[in-house]
């Protein structure tokens, strides 16, 4: 695979990224679609590992996701520009802390994000409960798979 195409499935990948964040994007499915892109590229039995990985890793996401409460966006009160920010911090977290530093970055850029809006550590906080009861398990659970997913595929690339 040329270095053209890796990086065009590399930028069809953070879109799903990209897309666990935007409400209405389907960001799994655009994550596993850059992988089967990918893997028929590719063609070898590395290649073929991380698709059925990355197949599991989805669908397992998908019942997890079925088995959480309903996430209710206006019920927490944040809006979704707020969450649109702490979801890229997580990706940023995920770069700098691989694995865990999703869930700081997320975290961390949502009571940010919070404080500058409502304008104290008190109501961030609240605030900052608030919407990670609502939906923050839910986005961060899809946005972990995906993760695992690009971390897994970039590995395969660099490997192979």
């Keep these: 695979m040329s270095v053209a195409q890796l990086v065009a ?10 897309g666990v964040l935007l409400p209405g994007v389907p960001g799994p499915p655009i994550v596993w679609a850059a ?34 409460p309903a996430r209710d966006l206006r019920a927490a009160g ?13 990706i940023v977290g995920f770069v700098v802390i ?22 104290g550590h008190g109501d961030a906080l609240a605030s900052t409960r608030t919407v990670m009861r609502t939906i923050g398990l839910s986005v961060l659970i899809e946005l972990f798979a995906c993760l695992m997913v690009a971390g897994a595929w970039v590995g395969a690339v660099i490997a192979g």
């Excluded at 290649?47 to 019942?63: D, S």
């Excluded at 691989?98 to 997320?106: E, I, N, S």
């Design 98 to 119: 691989p694995v865990v530093g999703a869930l700081v970055g997320a975290i961390g850029g949502l009571y940010l994000m919070e404080r500058v809006r409502l304008g």
């Design 35 to 68: 992988v089967v892109w990918w893997a028929l590229t590719e063609r070898s039995g590395l290649a073929w590992t991380v698709l059925m990985g990355a197949t599991a890793v989805l669908l397992l996401n998908q019942v997890v996701k079925w088995l959480l």
């Design 78 to 90: 944040a809006p979704y520009r707020t969450l649109f920010l702490a979801g890229v911090a997580g």
């Design 9 to 18: 499935v590399g930028l069809v990948m953070l879109l799903g990224l990209l």
